[in-house]
């Protein structure tokens, strides 16, 4: 299905200027001082909280889309507003994923190389041991990478006892090495939560993928209600959720939209927001959609910034088929998260070095994994550092 894909920009309405707090110059994440968006109004403690630092879980979905359909450079200058409200803009998370079991998935996920509905190179493998998991830690902290995350092609742990307890394990020791630690399983009922929370996990990804209208066009062996259970299950174990979405699945904007919307409605605004981008895998149904356009990516990226002001926007699969300099503009539309190392599950991805050499040209440093209080080396820092002593 082709992207459609409006640009008439002259049509779209002119969206004002962020009011930015008088204090808010410096201000660092945890320490919002924001008052772009209207304050919602709720009676929990934390949504009061969210409340006080101008994080919104009452947007409307016309708000949404207005901010979307605004013209793309004053969209991005709003985004890098309210980003600086709310984070050191000088940080980009370094994130390494890790592929811990391939393949053989019984969902239908047309995008997906690793699902058993779809004739792909990809052949399906057994849980990986726990050693090369934590030797592959080990190198991406070495690397700068203060978030480890792995994933296994499952639609759910039904029936996968022993494996889970291996998981549980490889949880535990990499929490153990002062790196924050995700998983992305499938679907997990309450008690798995709570056992993964209890083992270390710091998140859990889940992506949404699109918006609900859209998204029985892409995967229909599960439902978006059961996307949610999880996400909940998740939330109410204290782990932090990372669900976002993936751009190229032949979505029209409003499926965009309709995303960050329902992630801006949700309890609490994901801790993290990840944007793919399709890498069409041959095989698979998505094969032939065109590219994304990188006017789609910063779009939707300054889009979830302005929505989602205190969510970390990770600019995830795909990232390697952007220029730096596009890249560049993502940071600037908000995204300040990046994956990083050899691969990512199994589409290609930017090595560290590349990465770090990148972040450096452009003045940017990895950040600070909340586990670590140590300073993360990247070249950027150190450069920083000897022209504070100089
Ligand atoms: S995206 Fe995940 S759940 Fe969907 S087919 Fe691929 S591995 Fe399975």
């Not at 939707?300 to 990770?314: C, M, N, Q």
Request: charged residues 25%.
């Amino acid at each position: 299905m082709a992207l459609r894909l409006s640009l008439a920009a002259a049509r779209r309405p002119v969206v004002a200027a962020p009011r930015v707090a008088a204090a808010s110059t410096g201000a660092v994440r945890g320490h919002a001082v924001a008052v772009d968006p209207t304050p919602a109004s709720s009676s929990s403690s934390s949504l009061a909280s969210d409340a006080q630092s101008g994080v919104r879980h009452n947007w409307k979905r016309a708000e949404v889309q207005a901010i979307y359909d605004g013209p793309l450079m004053e969209t991005i200058f709003r985004a890098a507003s309210v980003h600086r409200l709310h984070h050191d803009a000088s940080r980009i998370q370094l994130c390494t994923l890790m592929n811990i079991k391939t393949g053989g998935c019984t969902e239908d996920c047309k995008y997906c190389s690793q699902s058993s509905s779809y004739k792909t190179e990809t052949k399906a493998s057994r849980l990986v041991a726990i050693e090369p998991v934590l030797e592959a830690a080990r190198k991406a902290k070495a690397n700068g990478s203060t978030r480890f995350c792995m994933g296994a092609a499952w639609r759910d742990l039904a029936g996968k006892k022993s494996g889970f307890e291996k998981i549980l394990k490889m949880v535990s020791e990499v929490r153990a090495m002062d790196m924050e630690v995700c998983t992305t399983l499938g679907m997990l009922s309450p008690d798995q939560a709570k056992r993964l929370k209890e083992a270390g996990l710091s998140a859990y990804n889940h992506n949404l993928d699109t918006s609900r209208e859209f998204y029985p066009e892409v995967i229909t062996t599960r439902s978006y209600d059961d996307r949610l259970s999880t996400i909940d299950a998740v939330r109410n174990a204290g782990i932090s959720v990372c669900s976002g979405g993936i751009l190229g699945l032949g979505e029209k904007a409003e499926d965009r939209v309709g995303l960050i919307w329902e992630v801006s409605h949700m309890p609490e605004h994901p801790e993290s927001f990840p944007v793919n981008t399709l890498v069409p895998i041959e095989g698979t149904p998505l094969e032939g959609n065109d590219p994304v356009p990188v006017q789609t990516v910063l779009r939707t990226i300054a889009t979830a910034r302005i929505v989602l002001p205190k969510s970390i926007i990770r600019l995830a699969a795909g990232r390697h088929t952007f220029s730096e300099t596009e890249q560049a503009m993502a940071f600037m539309a908000g995204a300040n998260a990046i994956f990083t190392g050899e691969t990512m599950l199994t589409t290609p991805c930017t090595g560290w070095d590349a990465d770090k050499a990148m972040l450096d040209r452009w003045g940017l440093r990895g950040m600070r994994s909340f586990e670590d209080k140590e300073s993360v080396e990247v070249p950027g820092e150190a450069k920083a550092e000897a022209a504070v002593s100089a």
